[in-house]
C-alpha cells in the first residue's frame, strides 16, 4: 500500500479507510470504514509496459490522492 497518509473522513470523521476494487477490476476506490462514504474512481493501468504489481501500488497511491482532495 501507498505511504501517503489518507485524511479523516470528511462526513464522520474516521481516520480509516479501505481501498477496494470500484465498479470494474480496473477501477479502485476509497471507502470509509466508519460512514461507507467513498471516493471517485481511479482507473488502474492494466495495458503497456511494467509489472502488474507496480500499477496497482500506483494506482493505490492515486486513490489516496483522490480522497486526501475531498472538502470538509
Do not use: Y
Not at 501507498?2 to 480509516?16: I, N, R
Not at 470504514?33 to 467513498?38: I, S, V
Not at 482507473?43 to 500499477?55: E, K, P, V, Y
Amino acid at each position: 500500500m501507498t505511504d501517503l497518509m489518507p485524511l479523516p473522513c470528511p462526513f464522520c470523521g474516521e481516520k480509516s479507510i479501505t481501498i477496494r476494487e470500484g465498479s470494474t477490476f480496473r477501477w479502485m476506490l476509497a471507502e470509509c470504514l466508519g460512514c461507507g462514504a467513498t471516493c471517485g474512481e481511479v482507473r488502474i493501468q492494466t495495458m503497456g509496459s511494467g509489472l502488474t504489481a507496480d500499477w496497482k501500488e500506483k494506482a493505490e497511491h492515486d486513490v489516496v490522492v483522490e480522497w486526501n482532495k475531498r472538502s470538509t
